[in-house]
């Protein structure tokens, strides 16, 4: 017997025309049986098509020829503050590093380096956590990631947050186990004795909100 | 997702793949290019979302820099079009965020009502009466009030599957979750409407 | 029509329609929380693994330490020591909080070790080797800090590098557990 949830997922796919042949066939027989699928069915179709004749999927951009200009200009002056800051990056590493223009310290150096990659091959990065992508949406922010060999882990940088005031009390959880009602888009915390820590709940704006 | 239309013009034959890698060696005119081609569709996106001409232009504009800035590390292992989608989607819902718009019933009438492009497949067929041209508006406006209240989830659900006819594996990609969350999402989104909207399926125009 | 819209558009102008929906998810909240610490009856979502979460205090200073009473887990393995290796020069790490949580296959998972910092999780699907993709979200309180995704291995925890408190930093180790 199916779940309600992919009970769901059949409507859906089929309204979306993602099941196969045989799964559409079966799904459309159930109708007979059961009309108010069949009415569910036809009402979301109806909906769907409406949705697709009234949204326009492109929309001229008003002045066009000024956006174009306008990331050009942006793009220009981002090449110029780049070569600003990798210049004076380079400046300051040239002149913290000049010890390693002496010859013996340059030679261990090398061999440190040939070290550590010798360890990271035989380490291998296939059983080592991944980070594919990153992206933050505060333009001061930058996020790095770092494959620690040494520590066998995947390190996220996160740069330019903001400090917490000292003063501020940092209070942690210890969550057992929490549960999840999709419905309500809310997820309970309890502890091991059962008890409820606390419940998060979304927001209007889609952004959580700790009860209790 | 589809890629851009086909076109006669030799400059709109140039292939994605080759404005991307020009792009990425510092091209600047392979990637003016590359933004004619999807302006429109991404100005459109970030139009539906937040419903505000002004805004929907800087938003578009903001994900096309973010867009040249992280080409460097774009690997072409997703289509160019469902990479940059991506990056104006972030752009946009984070923007929701900071703002506190999203899902929150208001409605401005004074948003700009936009039309259609000429031979895009969502214009409308046929000719109307004035009567039913009104009445068609209408359920335009109600769709729009209705779509406007949906969460910013379901509301990407919605835009990416009836406008912009993502299958599921793009949605998952562009959105960020698992396949089954996309058809929760969509079965969410479609129920929401499907209750604002009651009273036109009841009547239909 | 055009009377049921505008009245719509009143009752939608108001706030009400938003206040009514924030009032039924908070009621229901309110509603576990007066029924705790009774069994929870609610059917769980389909889960593809396990993961643990923690936030951990990192400081050079032994006597600025909260004096928190979590325990070290046993795994990850020596987790102070490879904590130290990374975030050089802190030498005490204390575990502020730890959150134990199924990642559900179809809806969002919260791992919230405290309310100040914490992860969102959407599973992705399995990945070669035992591995999960992951879509993660680090958000502080109400706002996302950033997003990855991310391809989590057991025995390779993630560790994220959070905000500076009390001359110390904040951190975040997630790891992938056994389902």
Redesign the interface.
Known sequence: MKTPSEENHDLIRWLDDEMTVGERRAFEANWQSDPELAAEAESMRWLSERIKAHLPAEIPVPHADFFNSQIQARIAQMEVDDARERAETAASTSSRFLWLRLPWLAGAAAAALAIVGLVWTQSGSSGCSTILSTYTPNPSMKAQVIEHVDAVATVLLLEGLDPIPAEKKVVGFHVHHAESDAEVATTTLFDENGAVLAVVALNAQGQPQMLK | MSAAPAATDPVEQQLDVDLVIRSQAGD?RA??LL??RY???I??MT??LVRN?TEA?DL??EA??KA??ALP?FKQDAAFYTWLYR?AH?VT??W???K????????DDEHTN????PG?????QGFDTPDRAIKRQ????????A?A?L???HRQA??L?????L??EEM?EVM??????V??R???A?KK??EM?K???EN?I | MTTTFQRQNIFCKSGLWRRLCLSCVIWHASFCLAQQPTPAVVRQPATDGKVWGALIYATTDADKLTGSAEQMPTTPQDLPARLAKVFAPYTHFEIIGQHLQDVFREYESWVVPSRDLFLKIDSKGPAEDGGMNLHLQVWREQQVVAKADAILRAGSPLFIGGPKWRGGQLLFVLELRKK
């Not at chain 2, 506190?100 to 409605?107: H, N, R, S, T, V």
């Not at chain 2, 599957?161 to 006819?165: H, P, S, T, V």
């Not at chain 2, 960020?176 to 969350?181: A, D, F, Q, V, Y």
């Open positions: 600047t990637f003016d933004v004619t302006r429109s569709r100005y459109a139009y539906h001409d232009w578009a504009q096309f820099i040249w800035r590390n990056i972030n819902c984070d929701l965020r900071k506190k718009i999203q899902g929150d019933g208001e409605f936009h039309r259609a492009m895009s497949r969502t214009m409308p209408e359920l335009g406006q109600r769709i729009d009030q779509i209240r969460s910013v989830d919605v835009m599957r009836e406008i912009e006819g299958s599921y998952a960020g979750c698992s396949l089954g969350t058809m929760s969509l079965f969410y479609r409407l499907q909207l009273d036109t399926y239909p």
